[in-house]
């Protein structure tokens, strides 16, 4: 008998199939590999890309686009949006458009090839969060900006990708419906409770522990109540926040931690899955929102039953994530 | 440059790239190919499914659940939802859920494994429709459901599919996340000019001509403004309605009559791509809503560009739909 749960953040209602309890091993699924290094974001080919806008190097102040760096982040050469022009809006009779005006950026989050995020040293991961820290503060700067969205995708189910690990920055003037939804859902309990939704989620899922993941001093990861995919795991901060660049120094140190603790069980469980990684965070200028809360969405890409929702819809998943939760706490890391 | 436009009916931007043209070769991708026949859904193997709940057979009154069918009904074998059970809310903690009850069918559109649906003569495509009717009428007798969704996943771009032409219906007691916000969109819209947004786009569409793919006189196939995918084409009936069961055998006859023009023109420009279709009605019970519309829509799967939104949500599109529209205007049928 399956169950409908609801997502209290985006006021959805998913499918969670219960009738048999699978393993992480039913969803393992053939992976399109990486193209082989080296590529344009490897050490010693800093030419091939557009000029960096942050590096960090060893020792610092080394020359900007040379070798030396351990995070670099350097404008897509191929960007969905474009820093240059001016924001325009207008009307096409009922319609509404603006100007494409937006930056994209890449952050190669290590100089070697083959390498991944959950592999890279505990100091390493915490070099790419700082990056995305210091990207997000100074795109911030930029009025046109309404949010800036921070995304990693890692492996794919059809190719081809360069395979060299990397996460990406879009900086826009519009809100992705996602976080629209979310901050929608989350002003509307925080009016009725008096309380931030994600803190009650946080308090919930840390006394009842059964889809507890993995846990910090100052983050919890876990799989989310209402899954939509097998493995969804979430990563939240225990103080309220709503803005990640605001983070504390120890509580991104913890994230780090704990992030590569959830990549590592996902990869041992998975068998090196396809993954997405989205930040979710207060838009620009809301940084002090009493009812929303950053936090990290990682959703392994197993294609298992993805078809139903992605037509209907409405979000079908295969695997309880009381179970999945059990699988990966149990897993080494 | 880019371009952001926003969808009127989800309430959504969407980045459209215009910086130069591409055509329709520039998406054709390989496509994983079903199944060889015969299958479990073939005429002569009617055994092999779960008895039929509908079937037009001629001459009208033969046996159930063996050949001489047109278009046959069955409940699917593996269903995301069961019509068994009760429905039970529960609460747990500040989480909610219900038991999974809901139906989940197959639609199969010709007894001929090796068929598709743009192919079939008229009289078929209306037969298909008509069982979207006819099932819909019955399922909404059951009190427990809230929405049915109707919707077909022709090819895709992973394997494997059985083949055969089949469309799916899932009778559910909740709704859609993107239905609940076409209706929001559309009440805001109708509160405020009193007028139906879907009506005020088919004005707009057909006075301006630029994104319109096919006509008819009871039914209009344009490519959406704001598209979120290349070549994405929706057909919406010229007169207001909210339920597309409630439609007249006109309308039917009609959309029977675009939908298959629309999927020819589809199949010629990009080589039998993959595609989702759904039909988008009103909730059960709102078939008498002046602000909803209920209308059909049809997304090629070509996996261009889709990177994007799949991972942060703001949904990015290669093809401006005027240029899509031009090519499948221009494209015979």
New interface residues.
Partial sequence: ??????D?V????V????ERVRRPADFRAPRVPGRPGPCALCAGHEHETPPEVLAYRDPPGGPANGPGWRVRVVPNKFP???IE?DLERRG?????????VGAHEVVIESPDHDQRLGDLPLAAIEDVLRAYRDRTLDLQRDARFRSI?I???HGT??GPYTGHPTS?I?A??????????ELHQARTYHDFRERC?FC??LQ?EDE?RARVVAAGPHVLAFAP??ARVAFETWILPRRHGAAFEAASPEEHQDLARVLRTVLRKLDRSLADPPF???VHSAPVGEGDSPSYHWHVEILPQL?W?A??E?????P?NPMPPEDAARFLRDMPD
Same sequence: chains 1, 2.
């Fill in positions: 008998m399956a169950e409908l749960r609801k209290p985006l006021g959805r209602w499918i969670i199939a219960t969905a949006l474009r022009h096409h009779g009922l319609y509404d458009l603006m100007t494409g969205v995304f990693k995708r189910r059809r990406e879009l826009a003037p519009i809100l992705p419906l996602v976080l629209g939804e939704l009650d989620i919930q009842e109540f209402a997405q990684l989205l294609g039953a078809r139903v992605a037509v209907s819809g409405l079908s």
